[in-house]
């Protein structure tokens, strides 16, 4: 009775595990061979694109600068702004629109609703998003309550309004395709980085239920979870295996759009989040929050430590 219990325990261990793997490749790499993913350029006309200026957002501009659409490009900085803007248009002769707002402020969303009325937006990247300076103690961040307020105006309610702006019009459309930036850490307890991690939580759940409301109507809501993509927000500098450029995160994320509403949208980092779930599913909770709070708490004191030289510097 033992050996068949265990006989049909490894089976349907293996059974999960090719199943999972099947999964993946098919997400990955087969459904955009075949063309079965989304044919994004039958979206619309334009990509609005939030966060535009560095890192994953500047990627999704140029990307779907190249695909062929006009894009808006929504940032802080109108300088960073106006030259990205012109590389674009140099490299890939679409028309831009630039709007220069502080997504940690709430009055910028009438100006927003009226710059992009009466545009066909067929893809939204809502990818503004900030994180603490270094990993830390919640009641240690600097001005904590300021701190929380801006994070949860950028991740948050930024997300939130974007949303509410252009998806009426996809609706009506009946096509449209919305990417949300969540993160890796919204899957897995966030020790040190506990405020950023909930707003990414908050991105996901959002997704996944609009997601479904919205399939019906014509519109896709994609949730990404992206591990660690080369840029200022992530400190690494150059890209590996599973760390990527921003540009390569892009292209692979695109390949999975209509086939996979929440993923990490790279193949090693679904690697990792296959190994997390697997963790959760066998492993008590404990082992899982001690290695990300060993992780970051090292990543913490690296910080410090180069803060003090900083300031002995001076
Ligand atoms: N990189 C990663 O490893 C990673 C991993 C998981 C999830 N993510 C998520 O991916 C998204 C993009 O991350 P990233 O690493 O590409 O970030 P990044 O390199 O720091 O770029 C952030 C972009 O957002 C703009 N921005 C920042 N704060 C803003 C504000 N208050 N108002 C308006 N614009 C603002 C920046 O403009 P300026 O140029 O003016 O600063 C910049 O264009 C974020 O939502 C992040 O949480 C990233």
């Given at each position: 009775m033992w050996?068949?219990?265990?006989?049909?325990?490894?089976?349907?261990?293996?059974?999960?595990l090719g199943w999972s793997l099947l999964k993946g490749i098919y997400g990955t790499f087969l459904a955009s061979i075949l063309h079965l993913n989304l044919n994004i350029k039958k979206t619309g006309e334009w990509a609005v694109v939030t966060g535009a200026t560095d890192g994953i957002g500047k990627a999704f501009a140029f990307e779907l600068a190249r695909l062929g659409f006009k894009v808006v490009l929504?940032?802080?900085?109108?300088?960073?702004?106006?030259?990205v803007a012109a590389e674009i248009k140099s490299q890939h002769g679409v028309e831009t629109r630039i709007i220069?707002?502080?997504f940690t402020r709430?009055?910028?969303y009438t100006r927003l609703e009226d710059e992009l009325s009466g545009l066909d937006v067929g893809v939204l990247v809502n990818n503004v998003g900030m994180s603490y300076d270094h990993p830390e103690f919640f009641i240690d961040l600097p001005e904590c309550s300021q701190t929380c307020e801006r994070l949860i105006n950028c991740n948050i309610r930024s997300l939130t309004e974007m949303t509410r702006i252009v998806l009426p019009g996809m609706a009506q459309r009946r096509r449209g395709l919305v990417l949300n930036l969540s993160s890796l850490s919204s899957t897995i307890p966030a020790p040190l980085l506990a405020v950023y991690g909930a707003t990414k939580a908050y991105v996901s759940s959002l997704?996944?239920?609009l997601s479904v409301e919205y399939k019906g109507k014509g519109v896709l809501i994609q949730c990404l979870l992206?591990?660690?993509?080369?840029?200022?927000?992530s400190k690494f500098r150059r890209p590996t295996i599973m760390v990527p450029s921003p540009t390569a995160y892009v292209r692979s994320v695109l390949r999975t759009s209509g086939v996979e509403s929440h993923t990490a949208g790279y193949y090693m980092h679904k690697?990792?989040?296959?190994f997390i779930e697997l963790a959760k599913a066998y492993l008590p909770g404990w082992v899982l929050q001690s290695i990300v709070f060993h992780q970051l708490s090292s990543f913490r004191l690296r910080a410090l430590r180069k803060k003090q030289k900083e300031n002995k510097a001076q």
């Amino acid at each position: 009775m033992w050996e068949v219990a265990g006989k049909v325990a490894v089976v349907l261990v293996l059974g999960r595990l090719g199943w999972s793997l099947l999964k993946g490749i098919y997400g990955t790499f087969l459904a955009s061979i075949l063309h079965l993913n989304l044919n994004i350029k039958k979206t619309g006309e334009w990509a609005v694109v939030t966060g535009a200026t560095d890192g994953i957002g500047k990627a999704f501009a140029f990307e779907l600068a190249r695909l062929g659409f006009k894009v808006v490009l929504v940032s802080r900085s109108p300088f960073k702004l106006q030259n990205v803007a012109a590389e674009i248009k140099s490299q890939h002769g679409v028309e831009t629109r630039i709007i220069d707002v502080d997504f940690t402020r709430t009055d910028i969303y009438t100006r927003l609703e009226d710059e992009l009325s009466g545009l066909d937006v067929g893809v939204l990247v809502n990818n503004v998003g900030m994180s603490y300076d270094h990993p830390e103690f919640f009641i240690d961040l600097p001005e904590c309550s300021q701190t929380c307020e801006r994070l949860i105006n950028c991740n948050i309610r930024s997300l939130t309004e974007m949303t509410r702006i252009v998806l009426p019009g996809m609706a009506q459309r009946r096509r449209g395709l919305v990417l949300n930036l969540s993160s890796l850490s919204s899957t897995i307890p966030a020790p040190l980085l506990a405020v950023y991690g909930a707003t990414k939580a908050y991105v996901s759940s959002l997704s996944e239920s609009l997601s479904v409301e919205y399939k019906g109507k014509g519109v896709l809501i994609q949730c990404l979870l992206p591990g660690y993509v080369v840029s200022n927000m992530s400190k690494f500098r150059r890209p590996t295996i599973m760390v990527p450029s921003p540009t390569a995160y892009v292209r692979s994320v695109l390949r999975t759009s209509g086939v996979e509403s929440h993923t990490a949208g790279y193949y090693m980092h679904k690697i990792q989040i296959y190994f997390i779930e697997l963790a959760k599913a066998y492993l008590p909770g404990w082992v899982l929050q001690s290695i990300v709070f060993h992780q970051l708490s090292s990543f913490r004191l690296r910080a410090l430590r180069k803060k003090q030289k900083e300031n002995k510097a001076q």
